[in-house]
């Protein structure tokens, strides 16, 4: 899994979100552990290419995959709703951040403040 993970940041970093789907895939495939770490990776590399649905999707799967969504996955996906314009749904994340008793950072709050900005 941490193999898995690193290779996935360094695809996060160059910006090969297919790629990242991919060893996600193959990490289900090989049945090897996915974690938290996994799933956030492949949202920060929605978010950089603008993939807000598929970030939200992730997200949302997480508890299907036996994870609690932390508040980096959380400031990942409003961070992803940020970039393309989606005040709505990094307010609503912020909320359910909140709703979950997670405690928000100032990357959650100026993500949806900068998203409302943005519209």
Do not use: F
């Amino acid at each position: 899994t941490i193999s898995y993970n690193t290779a996935m940041g360094a695809c996060v970093k160059c910006g090969q979100r297919q790629q990242t789907l991919a060893l996600l895939r193959e990490m289900k495939h090989r049945s090897l552990p996915q974690d938290e770490i996994s799933c956030n990776a492949v949202i920060s590399s929605c978010r950089k290419d603008g993939q807000w649905q598929m970030a939200l999707t992730v997200l949302s799967c997480m508890p299907e995959m036996d994870m609690i969504p932390g508040v980096i996955s959380y400031n990942a996906a409003i961070s992803a709703c940020e970039k393309t314009q989606r005040w709505q749904h990094a307010c609503h994340l912020l909320e359910e951040l909140i709703l979950k008793q997670l405690q928000p950072t100032v990357i959650s709050y100026s993500g949806a403040v900068s998203a409302c900005d943005r519209s």
